[in-house]
């Protein structure tokens, strides 16, 4: 695989398994967890041991390879009918990420499209999957260098704010957002990023955090209610997240939280950026509407650590993405270009979507 200035890989192929960086033990702890079977990577995907839509669509990718090793059977017809069910296993995972389920329709069409034997068909699903990886890490480097140009021309140096890790973690290793900030700071763009911690699960403080760390990135971690606070004070000068899910009108979900987020940066005239692959636009729903929104165990809400933060006889409601509506996005920064909303089905879908 072709190499990342930050040198992090969530996912790697090393000699016949996956090696996942665990993304629940950052930032104490930088440690691996070794991958054998589909139900394990699908396993791993849930508890987002690896997470963010692209890295999501990387592991699936590697878990319809993991699985086709396991089905037994020479003939095709039973090995297809075999991965299918693989394919539906990992399809239940997680439900708002777009990228997860692109992945396994490009390995399923991969797997009937291949002419040859069953392992020969496997064997161009572990290519597939491992190209599907490379040109992640192409896409994301681009998206860097379109947000680049796209960014605001004055001050020379700016304050960028991100929420969640849109990073190389969450990705095959550069990173979207933090692709774009990336781009910013090793041109001298950047002075400072601002990352939101990101309740519930502290994407932000962990994640973001810990990538800026290692690439002595300036961040500055803020509660999620500071940002309105921040801008108010003129702090920032443009927001750059990432995206699960794009429609083809351009409503975005993204983590919870990025949707107040936009709000705060409209009335506060900071232009609000999202950076994503194309393979994260899904031109096949109209409106934001139409994307579903994955819910999680509650205790993410109540508990940090060992320590339980509410009173007994409660109750919790944990979406974990929001939508945020087209009009409150300044512009959609992809591989091809940057897009404002309303020209993404002209623009893209036509040209690159198959
Ligand atoms: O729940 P997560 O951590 O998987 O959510 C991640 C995000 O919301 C990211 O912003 C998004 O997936 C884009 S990652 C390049």
């Known amino acids: 695989m072709i190499s990342s200035p930050t ?32 139900e394990d990577m699908a396993q791993a995907i849930k508890t987002m041991i690896v997470r963010g839509a692209p890295a999501i669509g990387i592991a699936a990718a590697y878990g319809m390879y993991l699985g086709a090793r396991e089905i037994e059977t020479h003939d095709r017809e039973q090995f297809l009918s075999q991965l299918e069910q693989v394919a539906q296993m990992l399809r239940t995972t997680r439900p708002t990420a777009v990228n997860l389920f ?26 597939t999957a491992q190209t ?14 379109r947000g ?28 979207t957002a933090l692709g774009v900030v990336r781009s910013a700071w090793s ?83 900071v232009p609000f950026y999202v950076a994503a692959p194309v393979a994260t636009i899904d031109f096949a729903i109209a409106t934001g509407r139409e994307i579903p929104i994955e819910e999680r165990d509650p205790v993410e809400v109540y508990q940090i650590d060992d320590t339980i933060l509410t009173p007994a006889g409660v109750e919790f409601y944990n979406p974990a993405f929001d939508v945020t509506p087209a009009h409150l996005i300044t512009a959609i920064i992809t591989e091809h270009g940057a897009f404002s909303p309303s020209q993404l089905q002209q623009e893209l879908q036509h040209k690159y979507v198959a």
């Not at 599907?132 to 260098?145: S, V």
Request: hydrophobic share 45%; proline share 3%; aromatic share 6%.
């Open 7 to 38: 040198h992090v890989y969530p996912v790697i192929w090393y000699e016949g398994s996956v090696l996942l960086i665990d993304q629940t033990h950052l930032p104490a702890e930088y440690a691996f967890v070794e991958i054998h079977r589909c």
């Open 102 to 127: 692109w992945a396994i329709a490009r390995m399923l069409k991969t797997a009937y499209e291949t002419i040859g034997t069953v392992e020969e068909i496997r064997q161009v699903l572990l290519t």
């Open 132 to 145: 599907i990886q490379t040109e992640d890490l192409q896409t994301c480097q681009a998206i860097g260098d």
């Open 148 to 175: 680049l140009e796209l960014l605001p021309k004055t001050p020379a140096q700016l304050n960028l704010l991100t929420h969640c890790n849109a990073g190389a973690l969450a990705t095959a290793g550069y990173g």
């Open 187 to 269: 041109c001298g763009r950047l002075s400072r990023l601002y990352a939101d911690e990101t309740r519930p699960r502290l994407q932000g403080a962990k994640l973001t955090a810990w990538e800026c760390v290692q690439e002595g990135i300036p961040v500055t971690v803020i509660t999620d209610s500071m940002a309105a606070h921040c801008m108010q004070q003129g702090m920032i000068h443009a927001v750059v997240v990432g995206a699960d899910r794009i429609a083809a009108n351009g409503d975005t979900a993204n983590k919870i939280g990025t949707y107040s987020l936009a709000l705060v940066a409209k009335a506060h005239d």
